[in-house]
């Protein structure tokens, strides 16, 4: 779960905003990203296992690079 007293999430049907008091920056999240913040998912290999199992689906694997870079670049902003 990320810092709640560093970040606030402003949910919304699609994703999310998420404001950085830190920093001062705000990220518009998608869907997937938001689920990789809420649920601190930085690791490639768990993400995948975590989405198999939320959506009970053999075919996340193709999402792989998508997850990877998505991941690199929360990690980059200092979501993850």
Do not use: C
Request: charged residues 25%; without cysteine.
């Amino acid at each position: 779960m990320p810092d709640t007293t560093r970040f606030d999430f402003v949910p919304w049907e699609t994703g999310s905003a998420v404001y950085d008091r830190q920093s001062g920056a705000t990220h518009l999240l998608d869907e997937l990203a938001t689920l990789l913040v809420e649920h601190n998912l930085s690791d490639p290999a768990t993400a995948i296992d975590f989405l198999r199992s939320r959506y009970a689906a053999d075919d996340i694997d193709p999402l792989l690079p998508q997850l990877e870079e998505g991941i690199a670049s929360l990690k980059a902003v200092g979501l993850l």
